[in-house]
Antibody, heavy 113, light 116 residues
């Protein structure tokens, strides 16, 4: 069964850091672009970042450029999102996705003092 | 970059049909759009991709034949026939734009479908 399982969310103070992880199984992870997409409470989806199969290309939404870093480890079938300088507006459920294959169940990040 | 507009809500009776609309902003009539279903408390699920010629590629895993798409002008439609209780969900449309450092992936605001 194709699965994506996120972890690493939690409560963090403004200006703090958090690292999200996503464990993939049931498909050839190394063959797919991967994405992080977030959803603020009661809001729609917002794309955050993409990474190419071999990690050589990475793209970010303007609001997180310079603060967030997407990475992957194909040997471990894992995707990561390092989030620094977090702001209240980053509060959201963060989904790991191979968009036309599978999405995870999400992990909640709350930025608050 | 394109802007995708969706009505915030829709409703349909059990067993009826409903068509959801995603409208691209002017100048983007050749763009393809992905539809995603998000059941309450769950992550999104790919439904299918649609261009002006109809479906592009295959439906997502487990998407029943009751779901179909059409594209016309700036509009991309998702039609659900013989609506079931499990179809009550938020439906999102998304489109990617640009390449390289200009790449963006944009979503509409989502439509909440209520099954009566």
């Amino acid at each position: 069964e194709v699965q994506l399982v996120e972890s690493g969310g939690g409560l963090v103070q403004p200006g703090g850091s958090l690292r999200l992880s996503c464990a993939a199984s049931g498909f050839t992870f190394s063959s797919y672009w991967m994405s992080w997409v977030r959803q603020a409470p009661g809001k729609g989806l917002e794309w955050v970042a993409n990474i190419k199969q071999d990690g050589s290309e990475k793209y970010y939404v303007d609001s997180v450029k310079g603060r967030f870093t997407i990475s992957r480890d194909n040997a471990k079938n894992s995707l990561y999102l390092q989030m620094n300088s977090l702001r209240a507006e980053d509060t959201a459920v963060y989904y790991c996705a191979s968009p036309r294959v599978r999405w995870g169940q999400g992990t909640l990040v709350t930025v608050s003092s | 970059q394109p802007v995708l507009t969706q009505p915030p809500s829709a409703s349909a009776s059990l067993g009826a049909s409903v068509t959801l609309t995603c409208t691209l902003s002017s100048g983007y009539s050749n763009y393809k759009v992905d539809w995603y279903q998000q059941r309450p408390g769950k992550g999104p699920r790919f439904v299918m991709r649609v261009g002006t010629g109809g479906i592009v590629g295959s439906k997502g895993d487990g998407i029943p034949d009751r779901f179909s798409v059409l594209g016309s002008g700036l509009n991309r439609y998702l039609t659900i026939k013989n609506i079931q209780e499990e179809d009550e969900s938020d439906y999102h449309c998304g489109a990617d734009h640009g390449s390289g450092s200009n790449f963006v992936w944009v979503f509409g605001g989502g439509t909440k479908l209520t099954v009566l």
